[in-house]
């Protein structure tokens, strides 16, 4: 059984920066991904990025490319989302998701998922 907590979504202004936290307990999979996801309302769940548990290998969409950092504390079974250079369009519900083997791009991949946390950027 794996548990998946995010925190750290605020209201943050264009522009600025903020760092998501996802603490994972239970078990964990090393040869896994953990990922995350948007999803503002009226719109599909969306990826962000990703980063493979054994190699540290990182994935981006296209939208946060160059603004999003993906980042894994080993020690403290943490995962992290920094972001940077935030827009009103970044405006969403970001979910944490782990799955167990390789890495993937889609929601149905992952089967282990957090509560989500409120990200709004002001204009």
């Known amino acids: 059984q794996v548990q998946l907590v995010e925190s750290g979504g605020r209201l943050v202004q264009g522009g600025g920066s903020l760092r998501l936290s996802c603490a994972a307990s239970?078990?964990?999979?090393?040869?896994?991904?953990m990922a995350w996801f948007r999803q503002a309302p009226g719109k599909e769940r969306e990826f962000v990025a990703a980063?493979?548990?054994?190699?540290?290998?990182?994935y981006y969409a296209d939208s946060v490319k160059g603004r999003f950092t993906i980042s894994r504390d080993n020690a403290k079974n943490t995962v992290y989302l920094q972001m940077d250079s935030l827009k009103p369009e970044d405006t969403a519900v970001y979910y944490c998701?782990?799955?167990?083997?390789?890495?993937?791009?889609?929601?149905?991949?992952?089967?282990?998922w957090g509560q989500g946390t409120q990200v709004t950027v002001s204009s």
């Open positions: 998701a782990a799955r167990s083997i390789g890495v993937s791009i889609t929601s149905r991949a992952y089967n282990y």
């Open positions: 239970g078990r964990t999979f090393s040869s896994g991904a």
């Open positions: 980063v493979a548990l054994s190699n540290g290998n990182t």
